[in-house]
């Protein structure tokens, strides 16, 4: 966890891994049959210890600009406490394993599908609407309004929520 964490899974052989954690490549197969496996391992544990927010909670405000800020709120406050050990893991995305990959497109389409709720707009305005929201809850896009851009979270949080409502009175 700790190799994937700041070297990054591209760097984290399982060679790397088994030396990290002292024992031989032989004995770390015998409890992971493969890299993908491991990752797979590694990163649940991590989960268990910085669990990320449950969108699902999202969709019961009703009020979208609420909903919205919730939701950011709660998403770029784990971005910003997570931040190191989630950049080697973004940065290195087409490095892991195909599953991983799946389950945060997964996870995506939830928060996305969550901060929809209830939305009324259709055609091409939902279209535009939701590549807005997909867009603001994308760690690379937390990061630039924040390490790039030098906004504060909640700065970050305000603008991408005005982004969003922005994208819904626009449809």
Known sequence: MRLHTTIGPSRASISAVAQEAGVTRVTLYRHFSSSDELFAACMGHWRSLHPPPDPRAWSGIANFTP????ALSELYGWYAANSDDLYPIYRDAAYTPASNRRARRSTNELMVESMLAGNSVEGAGQRRLRAAVAH???????RSLTMDGELSTREAINLATTFVVAARSAA
Do not use: A
């Open 67 to 70: 909903r919205v800020r919730r």
């Open 136 to 142: 603001v809850v994308g760690f690379w896009t937390w």
